[in-house]
Structures are given as structure tokens and as C-alpha cells.
């Protein structure tokens, strides 16, 4: 059994009206109606349960820390997060479930399988939040993540599960595979079950959403919904969609003669990384065009002529990066030796990156925005803030947005 | 002040390493050090300060709340969540905030900005986790939302805020605007400085990304890195980008010689949404061709010949939906209007979706998907999940990652 944060908490008073729907699931459960005081709240120094043996991979851990943080240019006394919280631990006590028989690779008893610890994410939506927000904290075991020997770590997305039976089956092999649990539920009944079939069942869980919701209801004084949510179709989202059509039209230098309707143009010499970055962009709801740099070819006059240059990016990259990635490309495409030399061959690509660096001298209101060893969302986070700090000429540099 | 739900929690022993950047902050804050006991952890029921009324609205919400639930078909007794969750009550005392003067289109002073409710999203990253957090969390609020009179909601991004300076100006701010503060950071020290100054200046604030970390380092056995993480570019970030090339390569047709190397093939009519389908399942990582279905025009012989036919996905709309789509498109794109009324006339429109009907039930195996007032989101989760169905042939059906 695993010690478990405080993250979800019990709603006292539930809305008589959803008593129907929960003594259902108490019924699907086998559950004896608990009393919502039984869960224990306290801090793991004083816990009578043993506390989870962090020191773990330790050496290899500071070993890694110390590396990453010399590469990361940060002073090495930065410490690593203590973790004395507060944690609910599940009863010891309560009937083991009963587990249904599924005959599934992921349910395996092979003993590479058995090594493997499972992260159960159950959503009533899409599921895309929860497993940005795992992701995002997976990101910080990376040390341990990298170390497939060590423990691989298996991530399972149910997403869409509104219904008590598809909850319940999912629960009870969360219980055989001794899973974390992570979900969100809009439904409080659901997530009220969610949370005391995890309590009986020794399952460690976590209600990701909750807070911030709970914290946003309290601050507009409005109660949330409670209803799975559809992803509202407005005029934001009609324009996300415009934006990605937009985009995929002015890929690569594409119809030049629309630059002007652009939000905002990238400009940089092949396998830079303009169209992912571009696409990415797209999706967030900007009209992204992007315009590639080709040693002796005029960039189109389209692009200086518009009266917003503030808007248009330049990338840059380091040139042995630039030249790896040709490489790979020119293989994938299949060219053949000549061409690949022409395209590929260090020296001209650090004369192209040059000729780039020129142009972007020419023009000071570019924007120019290193792309080496960051992932597009990275970068597009740049491009974004820079975009917004830019229209909005503040000294506050968020990104705002009304709802 | 606001109620605030317990979900951040004090680490009560700090790693004396960290002392320096802490106490270096504290200057920042001129925040006296403070007990970590001092912050009151109280149920609502049990609150001294008052309850936030969470009757504003509520007829209306009420009204909004029976039509969206029958519209969705389910039954009304359905209750709305509760919200006697245990909260953290930022202690009255402290000495106001020297607030920075900001000379800011989001700070002015302006009667119609002054209505506005104000969420502060601080991130040492991109801040993408966040975003997403709070729109989802946010769509339980449409009713309310959707009444702009009634209070708009204004919401602002502060990504890669990895200095206490940053902070510090963004805390202030903050507690000017009354805002309510939702954060993420890797670094423990910036966290709890954060949490501290967020209960002197009597800002609500959650730490949203903590709980999910708590609870997978308890799980793992390990502690957080604590260092603000670089999105990985490992191997699956790499076939990310290969992905949307792929399938910008590969929209509207282009290239049928090349289906077989799709992970999934999209065949839908003009104006389904397979454009933007396409590319949303790209930047989760699956190379997608798709494929117009035009009256009179065969469909490619290769979509037939590939192995995998249960990888095709057949795309279907509400006709009406479609027409209005068509009509918008054949605006946007200035048709004349004999070829307005061919593209867009209803009852083409009808019998081209009954042409595709007929390709759907030719190909038994291809699953059909309906996008009628859903967002790409959605549908999205959708084919993704019979995509990991079909490929794995469980009886769970998730969709699993390895780490």
C-alpha cells in the first residue's frame, strides 16, 4: 500500500437528490456505506504505515541531478522537494475486491509485465488534461524514467467513463495491479465512489482536477456544473479551426501574397523546424505562415512589405544540430549522394545559417528565436509571449485571454 | 478574501540547502519567516469567515443546468457538486503588499476591467499544463461564463517564471487585483514561498501540478527531480514531428501511394473537419492521411489494397451541420454562385452523404465516426481509443504508454 497525498476531500453534505445514483454504485461496488470520517488524515511523520523508501536509485539520482543541473547552468545547492505532506491513507481494513477476469496484454503475468508500475487515468472526457498533467509530472522523475532496468512505468487512459459499471471494472484491476489512480470526474457522485472504492481497496488516488476547480467555484461564487463537459464549439473554437486550415495552406512558403493575413510568420532556412512549430501554433489558434530561407532565392517582397514586421520570427539553430538533421532527412527522402552533399555538407550549412543571420540583421524587428536541443512547445511558448508582449506593449508579459 | 481548498501542503522540514534562495526570497517578500503551522486548515462547515455565496445565479444556472442535462440525455437528479471541501484560510493578518507600478492595459483602472475576475496562472515552465487545467476546470463554469454581464473572467498566463524577482512582481499584482493565483513550479523553495506569500497578502492560490507529483513520487518510491523540466526529446518526441509531417503531406489525398505507411486514414466528404482531425491525432503522435470523398470520383485503389483495413476511418455529419459548413466555405473562398449552389445546395449535399454511406457499408471493417457537434477534441479521443481497441484486441480499453 502506498501513502497517498490529500488531494481529494469528502463532500459532507451530498445533494440528497444524487443518494439514488450512489446507492447503485454502492451495490456494483459491494460496498457498506463507509462513514466519511474513517479516512484517516496524517502526516507522514506520523504515520504507523511504513513511509515509502525514497532514497531508491539515490546515488544514481544525485548523480544525474549534479549533471543536470552543471548542464542546466544552475548553482548545484538548489535542493531536492521534500515530500512531508499531508496523505490520506486507505484503511487497512475492508473486503479484497473482486477482481473481473480480463485476459488483456497490459494484465499479463509475465514477469517482465509484474515489474512494471501502472498509472490508471480515468477521465468522463476527452482524458487529454489528465494526461497532460501526468506527463507534466512524470517530467520530473525523468532520472528514474530514463532507467528502463530500473522500473518502466506504464500509463493507462480510459477516457469517457460516465457510467458506474465501466468506473467499477476499471477500479477493481487498478486494486489487482496495486495502480495509482489519477481521474477526474465533473459528476460529484462519481468522483465521491471514485473516492471510497479507492479507500476500501487500498488503491492510491488522486482527484487531479478537483482543486482547481473547487478553488475557481469558491472565487466566482458559482457552483460548477457538475456535468461532464463537452468542449464548448464557440467562436474561439471555430477559430482554432480556421487557424490550423490557414496554417497547413501556408506551409512553405505557400501563397506569399497572403502573408499580410498571418497573425504570425516564421521565417528560417530548411529542417530548422518551421512547421511543426508552425502547426503547434495552429492548434493554440494563431494563423501561422512560415517562409523558408534558400541560399539565391529572394525571400517573397510580401513579407516586407506588410506593415506589421513585429510579427514575423526568425529561427535559428546550431549548425551541427542543422546538420544532423539533414542527414536524417536526406536519407529518409532517399537522395542520392550529390544532392545529399549539397544539401547536407557542414560547410554549406553554416553559410545558409550565415546568409539567414544576415537577413535577420537587415530586419531588427524580427524576433529571433533559438530552436537548439528545445521541444516546439517550448519555443512556441516563446513565440507566444513575445507575440503578446509585442501587441500589447506591457511590463507585465502574460498571455491573456477572456472568458 | 476567499476560501481557498487545502491543496497545497508544507514541506515542515525544508533541506537546509535550501535556506539561501529562501531567505533571499523573503528579503524579496519582506515576509517575516512563518510558522508553517500558522496556516489554518478548517472545513467550510467549520469556517469563521463567511462562506462564499454560492447562490449567485443560481436561478439561472438552474435553467441552464435542465436544459443541458436533457439535451444530453441524462436523467435530472443528477446533482450539482458540493462544495464543503476542506480549505486552507489565508491568515487575516500581514502587512499589505508594496504593489509594482504597472503601467498595463490588464491593470487599468477602467470600470468595465474592474468587474473582471482575474486568474493568474504562474508557470516555470510553458505553462501548457496549466492552461489546460484551467480550461477544463473552467468548463464547468459555461453557465456562468457564457453570461458576459454577469462577471467575465480574464485569465493570464505567466510561463517560465523561473526567478524570484518574476514571482514577486506577479504576486504583488496579484493581491492587487484581488486575483486567484493558480501555479506550478519544480523547484520545492519556489513553491513554498509562493504558498507563503499567497497567505500573508491573502491571495487564493493552489499549487495545481503538486498533488499529482506527491502522489506518483509516493507511488514510485522516488523523489521529484525539482528542477523545471525541459520537455524530453527523446524518441517519442521525434516521431511526434515526424507525425506531422507526415500528415500535412498527406491531406486532402495527396499521395495515396503512400497510405499504407498511415497509422490511421481518415475518408470523409468535403467539410467533415478531416483537415483539422488530422492534425490534432498528429500532435498526439499517429501519422494520418486523409482521403475526400467526391461524387464521381474513385476512391484510391491503394485505400483498398492496404493490409490494415480496420486503420480507415469513415467520418459522418449531420446534414444540416454540413450544409451550413459548406455554405460559410463557399463564402470565405468567394465562389461565383452557380458553383456555390453545386458545392453547397442541401440536397447534394444529402445525397453526397449518402454516396459515402454507401462506401461505409461496403467496408464493414472501417469504423464510423459521427462528427456532429463535437469538437475535433472529441472525435479525436474517440478514434484514438478504437485505434488502441482494434490494435490490441482487449477487453479494458485504455490507452497505454510506456515510460
Redesign the interface.
Known sequence: M??????T???????P??S??RANLRDRLDVIPSDPTSSSTV?A?SSTIPK???S???AQ?NR??RA??IR?G?RL???????????TIPPASGSPPRVVE??????SSEEDDAK??K??MVSD?????LE??????????????ADYKA??????????IDNPKSLV??LK?AAKDDA?L?Y?H????M?ESTKQACQLWGV???D????????????????????S?????GEE?FR??EA??FT?KH?DGAFPQYLHRADIVLVAVSRT?K??LS??L??KGYKVANVPIVMGVNLPKTLFEMDHQEKVFGLTINPTVLHTNRTARAKALGFDHAMQITYSEMDHVRRELEFAGKIYAKNPSWPVVGMT??????T???VV?IYHEKK?K??????????
Open positions: 502506498h501513502a497517498v497525498p490529500k488531494a476531500s469528502t463532500a459532507e453534505n451530498p445533494n437528490s444524487s439514488l445514483s502526516t511523520a515509502p523508501n525514497l531508491k536509485g539515490s539520482l544525474w541531478f543536470r543541473t542546466s544552475r545547492e538548489r535542493p531536492v522537494q521534500t515530500n512531508n505532506q499531508e496523505i480480463v485476459s488483456d496484454d497490459i494484465l512494471k508500475k498509472i490508471y472526457g476527452t482524458g487529454w488534461t497532460h498533467t501526468v506527463n507534466a509530472s512524470l517530467g520530473q522523475f525523468e532520472h528514474y524514467l522500473c518502466a512505468v506504464k500509463t493507462h487512459l480510459f477516457s469517457g471494472d476499471i484491476q495509482l489519477l477526474t465533473a459528476d460529484s457522485s468522483s492510491p488516488s488522486v487531479v482536477l478537483s482543486p482547481t476547480t473547487v478553488a475557481i467555484a469558491s472565487y466566482l461564487g458559482v457552483q460548477p456544473s457538475g456535468i463537459r463537452n468542449i464548448p464549439l473554437y482554432r479551426i490550423i486550415e497547413i506551409d523546424g512547421t511543426p502547426i503547434y495552429a492548434q536541443g528545445k521541444a516546439i512547445e517550448e512556441a511558448a516563446v509571449r500589447r506591457c511590463s507585465m508579459p502574460s498571455i491573456s485571454k477572456r472568458y
